[in-house]
């Protein structure tokens, strides 16, 4: 099972949705249990709570309000790819639970981790 905790993601795609490259997701994880939360862009505050399988894969719902004031609602399926340097790419197949109950896919990817000097992802 993928450790999620601690995982910091941005989106690098997203079809019919409102969270933008300025949004920034900070994932925890204890158990199965997966909690992130969201904002920046768009979206003032926003918050997942989902379930991971032995495979990485989360299934979890969401709640966001936006610069607009409004609450959207949400459910998605996320698949993860683990990239050759070794973070994190999400797949995320999701639908609106509220407004018009439209669906989309998006694409996070983990922001490089500071790491100790000397570490390749350490921006040096």
């Known amino acids: 099972m993928i450790n999620y905790d601690g995982r910091v993601f941005r989106p690098v795609s997203n079809e019919n949705g409102e969270v933008g490259a300025d949004t920034v997701f900070v994932y925890r994880q204890t158990g199965r249990i997966v909690t992130s939360t969201y904002s920046g862009g ?12 032995d495979e990485g894969r989360i299934e979890f719902s969401y709640h966001q309000v936006n610069t607009a004031g409004e609450l959207r609602t949400g459910v998605c399926r996320t698949t993860p790819e683990v990239l050759p340097d070794g973070r994190l ?17 998006s694409v996070l990817e983990e922001e490089p981790s500071p790491g100790p000097i000397g570490d390749p992802r350490a921006g040096e």
């Open 42 to 53: 768009s979206i003032q505050v926003g918050h997942l709570l989902g379930l991971v399988d």
């Open 89 to 105: 790419r999400l797949h995320e197949e999701w639908r609106w639970t509220s407004g018009d109950g439209s669906s989309g896919r």
